[in-house]
């Protein structure tokens, strides 16, 4: 692995903000498009961009039964499931809310890879950020857990969570896998989730013509080439080349950024309330990385 260049550190901004953006672009595509719809085109364009990736680098998709199985399930976990239930939560939920319960993600994986992975064991150090992580998560759900009036909302809420465990168990499942070709089985992985969803977008979804909803169509297009295809190739760049280590920093800024550009794009709430929950749980995230053991030793 190599140090990080200006390069490497373009390309994490350039993930930051395409994935923080994508919570807003999510509810602008809602507008006219049906939740499974939104995934589908995301889907397909990002295996476009990715084919034409490993086309020109004279590549060719995973061969063999044994591996578009495991790319069935690498598109279900990391793809085709938290998709579809990001965006369906987002019909309840605003779109700043959803990226701060997207901040749970890393502290899913430290609990899973607890019992899946050998080399991620559970601290008191880490035992306090989940708990942190998940003191935010039951401030931002609040009352709607005791209540029966805003059940919409919460079921919403909970979508995003468990979208949540299933990129952990996507993460934890690749980490257990052969050594692969991350291009190659990007790009099987977003083709297998375009073919899933091919029927059930078709049946779910009522067309409108470009026209009456161009905001609509734009943002699919924006979610699919730049906030699936590129920042996919853009993420497995700075992994192959820097290390995973280095992409942490991420799990900070993409709640804020998501929660910023909601409140000032789409005038969602901002009250103290969702500000102590990003605290809450970006300080748990925080103490679950390696360094925070260092900085705090």
């Known amino acids: 692995m190599q140090l990080p260049t200006r390069r490497h550190w373009l390309l994490l901004g350039y993930l930051v903000i395409t994935w923080g953006l994508a919570f807003y672009l999510i ?12 995934v589908w085109g995301r889907l397909t364009l990002g295996a476009v961009v990715m084919l034409a990736l490993l086309g020109r680098r004279g590549g060719h998709l995973p061969r063999g039964w044994l591996w578009w199985r495991w790319l069935l399930v690498l598109s279900l976990t990391g793809n085709v499931v938290p998709f579809v239930l990001v965006a369906w939560a987002e019909r309840s939920v605003p779109s700043s809310e959803v990226g701060l319960l997207m901040a749970l ?11 899946f992975l050998d080399h991620e064991r559970m601290t008191v150090l880490k035992i306090s950020g989940v708990l942190l992580g998940f003191s935010g998560v039951a401030l931002l759900l609040g009352e709607n857990l005791f209540s029966h009036i805003d059940g919409v909302r919460l079921t919403g809420q909970l979508a995003a969570v468990v979208a949540t465990a299933c990129y952990a168990v996507n993460g934890i499942f690749t980490k257990r896998l052969p050594a692969f070709d991350t291009v190659s089985v990007s790009a099987g992985s977003l083709l297998v989730g375009s073919a899933i969803l091919v029927w059930p977008m078709w049946r779910l979804q009522a067309w409108a013509p470009p026209a009456e909803f161009p905001g609509a169509w734009i943002a699919v297009g924006v979610l699919g080439i730049f906030a699936t295809g590129v920042a996919t190739w853009a993420y497995f760049t700075v992994v192959s080349e820097v290390g995973p280590g280095f992409l942490s920093t991420i799990n900070y800024m993409i709640p804020g950024v998501a929660f910023t550009v909601g409140v000032l794009l789409l005038g969602e709430p901002a009250g103290g309330i969702q500000l102590f929950a990003l605290g809450l749980i970006l300080a748990g995230v925080w103490l679950i990385q390696p360094r925070a053991a260092k900085a705090l030793s």
């Open 105 to 115: 993600m890393p502290i899913m994986v430290l609990l899973m890879g607890h019992y």
């Open 27 to 38: 509810a602008i595509a809602l507008t006219a498009f049906h939740p499974v719809t939104i």
